[in-house]
């Protein structure tokens, strides 16, 4: 048995706890991973706090992300003592997830941890920071270089936008970092921004078009915000989007895309196939800055996980959350 944050639903409705949970026998396949730091992410916030529909089945162990050393393995590719690093897959939702001393799961789904990243380090980028990679792939995939002109990131103070931020300062763009909280702008200046917008500048009614401001754009909101940046994308320019913290909802038109050429990219992070997510790991390994990657980062204890998931919903999560749960091991 091991320590684990547990989710569970009965007829009163959902209740969560710290407590421990039993594993079955690995299953072909699968591995077992001895847990050294998870994270917590806005769908562990959704998942724990039970604001949304997130968790399939109950009870269930929340945590999308780990990074640990396997102790067990009855897949092909995998040995004991390998690192390894999680992101998705319905992990914390469907199976159980990070938030625990121990995870069992898929072999298919773990990516080794590339040399020269720590397992903290690779916590403290989790889902957030290897979806801010896919963004930046996303864009450079759509010829958006920093010769083109400004990027903008919305909900620049949270996970994806700070390491997204730091990622295309560091290649050389114009950073416009959009935040609610101005109070932040230097945090985000030292990330690399160029300049810091207040997020009503992109909240109002959405017009068709707007005045062309920026080349591309990474954007975690949705919404008002989207389309806003939408509206504001140079001719031939490109918007990846992985988020809707703001809204499912999207009140645009077909202007900017008809009339300007611009491109909306969705980015996905959940099943994205393990050649991609490789990828991006190795780039996280060359392009990211640890220095600024380390000052991102909060840590809470295992314990602390459940009375910090809320904070996520009311705005007040800055950078990254990290969780030691064996950090011994790293």
């Not at 300062?169 to 030292?190: F, Q």
């Not at 490109?238 to 038109?253: H, K």
Request: with cysteine; proline share 4%.
């Amino acid at each position: 048995m091991v320590d684990a944050i547990v989710i569970e639903k009965g007829e009163s409705g959902q209740s969560i706890s710290q407590s421990q949970v039993t594993f079955e026998p690995l299953a072909e396949g699968e591995v077992a991973v001895d847990v050294a730091y998870s994270t917590l992410n806005y769908k562990d916030a959704l998942a724990i706090t039970g604001s949304s529909p997130v968790v399939r089945s109950f009870p269930m162990v929340p945590g999308i992300d780990f990074a640990g050393i396997i102790t067990e393995s009855r897949h092909a590719d995998y040995t004991v003592g390998d690192r390894v690093v999680l992101n998705g897959w319905g992990v914390g939702e469907k199976h159980w997830g990070g938030l625990a001393k121990r995870a069992q799961v898929n072999g298919d789904w773990l990516v080794p941890l590339p040399d020269g990243v720590s397992m903290r380090q690779a916590m403290a980028i989790g889902t957030a920071g290897y979806t801010a990679m896919l963004c930046v792939i996303a864009l450079e995939d759509q010829g958006i270089t920093p010769d083109k002109g400004e990027v903008v990131v919305s909900g620049a103070t949270g996970g994806v936008g700070s390491v997204a931020t730091t990622l295309l300062a560091a290649k050389g763009y114009n950073v416009v970092a959009v935040t609610g909280r101005m109070s932040e702008a230097g945090y985000l200046k030292d990330l690399g921004a160029t300049s810091v917008i207040d997020r009503e500048e992109v909240s109002g009614k959405p017009r068709a078009l707007n005045k062309e401001r920026w080349a591309g754009a990474v954007d975690v909101v949705g919404g008002q915000v989207l389309a806003n940046i939408l509206s504001m994308i140079q001719y031939n320019g490109a918007v990846a989007a992985c988020g809707l913290a703001g809204s499912m909802d999207l009140p645009t038109t077909v202007a900017p895309f008809i009339l300007r050429g611009v491109t909306l990219k969705g980015v996905d992070s959940v099943m994205v196939p393990k050649a991609k997510r490789q990828v991006a790991w190795q780039r996280l390994a060359t392009d990211l800055d640890q220095k600024k990657l380390e000052a991102m980062i909060t840590e809470v204890a295992l314990e602390d996980v459940i009375k910090t998931a809320p904070m996520f919903l009311e705005g007040k999560v800055k950078g990254r959350i990290v969780v030691p749960v064996s950090p011994e091991l790293d």
